[in-house]
């Protein structure tokens, strides 16, 4: 945390956003996820952060495409509440999901995008979700 809020204060007249997603892959009997934390300075470049956890196998893709979902509103909730404890303007908090119009998520997104709004959060998917499409798909 400490980290991403010096990143923030190293300029304080830039415009941020703060984007968080989650990628996850399946093994034969757990599942591994990555959480991207990207920091990103507008037209200055970004940070970026990784959080690993692993769990037990999920039997649908449904259930661990949900588990994306949650793992990235929770990390961006506890972030966002972290930032505005110490005082530290996020202009923006972004939450990307790992679905897209193309292929079997697709039938998810309605219902994620609501959970991720109704979270408080800007909800982007595929292409635009990079964080969790291109940054945590990096590490699974």
Not at 57 to 62: F, I
Not at 116 to 135: C, D, L, Q, T
Request: no cysteine; charged share 30%; glycine share 6%.
């Amino acid at each position: 945390m400490d980290e991403i809020e010096a990143y923030f204060l190293d300029d304080t007249e830039a415009k941020y956003s703060l984007v968080v997603g989650t990628d996850s892959d399946q093994a034969q009997d757990s599942a591994d996820f990555v959480t991207a934390i990207v920091v990103h300075r507008h037209g200055k470049g970004a940070r970026y952060f990784l959080a690993r956890e692993r769990k037990p196998r999920y039997h649908t893709l449904r259930e661990r495409i949900w588990q994306e979902a949650i793992f990235s509103t929770t990390i961006a909730k506890t972030l966002a509440e972290e930032l505005l404890e110490r005082e530290v303007p996020s202009q923006n908090v972004e939450v990307h999901i790992d679905v897209g119009e193309n292929g079997p998520t697709r039938s998810l997104i309605k219902e994620l995008v609501g959970f991720v709004r109704g979270n408080g959060f800007v909800a982007h998917i595929k292409p635009e979700a990079y964080a969790a499409a291109s940054v945590a798909d990096r590490y699974t």
